[in-house]
């Protein structure tokens, strides 16, 4: 989410992938690449969402810094020099991909989301053709019990949009995460039926956020699952303190 | 791994490929026919020498292209796959059943005494719990994509990866350059 504008923010100079560009202090990494329109991949991070910093898919090179920076997470300052799609950036990238196709189970063929998924998009924009690592093969739940909407595990990334969304945005907060490492996952109420939720009030605001087929409509077969987001933009500012 | 372009300019002649398909549907099979008259411009420069769509009943010792369709499910499948790893000098995996596992593989979240019973028990009503062991190849415990049985040199994912996708790889091949399958196909397409 942007952060506040305070009047008196300062513009700071820096250089990305040889562009020299300028962008207020408050600004994050991620941000003044979008606005210039040089892609990063990102899952977790959302606008009009707070900050997870969850996925690393959006990791940066700095120079003169050894270690990489979220760029999601990261903000600007002045004289910066930012690589964003250097060989080993583009390596991690394929890596992380790879990993969350091999975690769960993804048959993109038979998924709702075919064709409207980002995490299908970004193996083909991050050049991934095959998983080089095993894959798990671990059963994951499908809750069906929800009359407008369906959770499938299987699709999962873990990527919090949805506890995000409905926390700050609908201020239900349905959803949450239990678990750790591979038995992660996100719950409804205190890991209760979707359908015998008493807080969800079936906005679908978490169906519509969720990049994957995680979080469906009801009734929706193979490619289907469209989603629209056109509501964050809008409801993310009407929220922000005046 | 050697590479098409050297084979062609070594000997100017026609490219020879032997495809075949392990565990999937036939669907990448029928994509590559889907190339209509392409497939007479394609005839000009590669020679079928063993595949579903000839005669031929065995794959010859060197083959320049081998293309599989299909996940690794038996041993069968497995045995296809090391033959053809063997005698040719490039392999590609056509398909998301070769490349992901896909639909067969969706099985490997069950035990394979569960697949048995649910084949062979609750979904028959004629002789139910007679599974079949002869003549056909057991089934491997875990469904694997083709790369993860044998070193797999170029990638075409899709379910079926569409027939413009397979030519313009195929292409690339043949003029001797690197194809970008990302540029023309995706996982699921
Ligand atoms: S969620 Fe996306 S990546 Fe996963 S199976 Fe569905 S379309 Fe493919
Ligand atoms: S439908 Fe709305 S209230 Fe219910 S879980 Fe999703 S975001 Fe929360
Ligand atoms: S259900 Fe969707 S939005 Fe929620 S964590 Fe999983 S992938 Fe992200
Ligand atoms: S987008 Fe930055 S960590 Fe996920």
Same mark, same amino acid.
């Given at each position: 989410?942007?952060?506040?504008?305070?009047?008196?923010?300062?513009?700071?100079?820096?250089?990305?992938?040889?562009?020299?560009?300028?962008?207020?202090?408050?600004?994050?990494?991620?941000?003044?690449?979008?606005?210039?329109?040089?892609?990063?991949?990102?899952?977790?991070?959302?606008?009009?969402?707070?900050?997870?910093?969850?996925?690393?898919?959006?990791?940066?090179?700095?120079?003169?810094?050894?270690?990489?920076?979220?760029?999601?997470?990261?903000?600007?300052? &002045?004289?910066?020099?930012?690589?964003?799609?250097?060989?080993?950036?583009?390596?991690?990238?394929?890596?992380?991909?790879?990993?969350?196709?091999?975690?769960?189970?993804?048959?993109?063929?038979?998924?709702?989301?075919?064709?409207?998924?980002?995490?299908?998009?970004?193996?083909?924009?991050?050049?991934?053709?095959?998983?080089?690592?095993?894959?798990?093969?671990?059963?994951?739940?499908?809750?069906?019990?929800?009359?407008?909407?369906?959770?499938?595990?299987?699709?999962?990334?873990?990527?919090?949009?949805?506890?995000?969304?409905?926390?700050?945005?609908?201020?239900?907060?349905?959803?949450?995460?239990?678990?750790?490492?591979?038995?992660?996952?996100?719950?409804?109420?205190?890991?209760?039926?979707?359908? &015998?939720?008493?807080?969800?009030?079936?906005?679908?605001?978490?169906?519509?956020?969720?990049?994957?087929?995680?979080?469906?409509?009801?009734?929706?077969?193979?490619?289907?699952?469209?989603?629209?987001?056109?509501?964050?933009?809008?409801?993310?500012?009407?929220?922000?303190?005046? | 791994?050697?590479?098409?372009?050297?084979?062609?300019?070594?000997?100017?002649?026609?490219?020879?490929?032997?495809?075949?398909?392990?565990?999937?549907?036939?669907?990448?099979?029928?994509?590559?026919?889907?190339?209509?008259?392409?497939?007479?411009?394609?005839?000009?420069?590669?020679?079928?020498?063993?595949?579903?769509?000839?005669?031929?009943?065995?794959?010859?010792?060197? /083959?320049?292209?081998?293309?599989?369709?299909?996940?690794?499910?038996?041993?069968?499948?497995?045995?296809?796959?090391?033959?053809?790893?063997?005698?040719?000098?490039?392999?590609?995996?056509?398909?998301?059943?070769?490349?992901?596992?896909?639909?067969?593989?969706?099985?490997?979240?069950?035990?394979?005494?569960?697949?048995?019973?649910?084949?062979?028990?609750?979904?028959?009503?004629?002789?139910?719990? /007679?599974?079949?062991?002869?003549?056909?190849?057991?089934?491997?415990?875990?469904?694997?994509?083709?790369?993860?049985?044998?070193? /797999?040199?170029?990638?075409?994912?899709?379910?079926?990866?569409?027939?413009?996708?397979?030519?313009?790889?195929?292409?690339?091949?043949?003029?001797?350059?690197?194809?970008?399958?990302?540029?023309?196909?995706?996982?699921?397409?």
């Amino acid at each position: 989410m942007p952060v506040a504008t305070s009047p008196a923010v300062r513009v700071v100079t820096l250089n990305i992938d040889g562009q020299d560009l300028s962008a207020r202090e408050d600004e994050t990494i991620i941000e003044v690449c979008r606005e210039h329109r040089i892609p990063i991949p990102s899952l977790c991070h959302l606008d009009g969402l707070t900050l997870w910093g969850g996925c690393r898919l959006c990791l940066v090179e700095m120079a003169g810094q050894e270690r990489l920076f979220a760029a999601c997470s990261t903000r600007v300052a &002045e004289g910066m020099h930012i690589l964003t799609n250097t060989e080993r950036l583009r390596r991690y990238r394929r890596t992380i991909v790879e990993l969350l196709f091999a975690e769960r189970n993804h048959v993109c063929a038979v998924c709702v989301s075919n064709g409207h998924c980002e995490l299908q998009a970004l193996a083909q924009t991050c050049g991934v053709t095959h998983v080089t690592v095993p894959y798990r093969h671990q059963r994951y739940d499908v809750d069906s019990s929800h009359e407008m909407f369906r959770v499938d595990h299987n699709r999962c990334i873990l990527c919090t949009r949805c506890v995000r969304v409905c926390d700050q945005i609908e201020g239900a907060h349905t959803w949450d995460v239990k678990g750790r490492g591979s038995d992660c996952q996100v719950i409804t109420d205190l890991a209760q039926p979707w359908g &015998e939720s008493s807080t969800c009030t079936s906005c679908g605001k978490c169906v519509q956020v969720c990049p994957t087929g995680a979080l469906v409509e009801q009734g929706t077969s193979v490619g289907e699952m469209v989603k629209d987001r056109r509501f964050l933009p809008i409801l993310a500012r009407r929220r922000q303190p005046r | 791994m050697s590479t098409l372009q050297q084979s062609t300019d070594a000997t100017p002649r026609k490219l020879t490929v032997a495809t075949a398909w392990l565990d999937g549907c036939s669907g990448c099979h029928m994509s590559f026919l889907d190339l209509d008259e392409r497939l007479l411009a394609l005839a000009e420069l590669i020679d079928v020498v063993y595949s579903p769509l000839v005669d031929a009943k065995q794959l010859p010792e060197q /083959v320049d292209l081998g293309i599989l369709e299909g996940a690794v499910s038996n041993e069968n499948d497995l045995q296809q796959a090391r033959l053809f790893r063997q005698h040719c000098k490039v392999l590609i995996s056509l398909g998301d059943c070769a490349v992901t596992g896909n639909v067969p593989a969706m099985r490997n979240t069950f035990p394979l005494k569960a697949v048995f019973e649910r084949a062979y028990y609750e979904n028959v009503t004629q002789r139910p719990g /007679v599974i079949p062991t002869i003549e056909v190849p057991a089934l491997l415990t875990y469904v694997q994509p083709l790369h993860a049985v044998v070193p /797999v040199d170029i990638f075409i994912p899709g379910c079926p990866p569409r027939a413009d996708a397979i030519y313009t790889i195929l292409a690339d091949l043949l003029a001797g350059k690197t194809p970008d399958p990302n540029a023309v196909t995706r996982f699921g397409a």
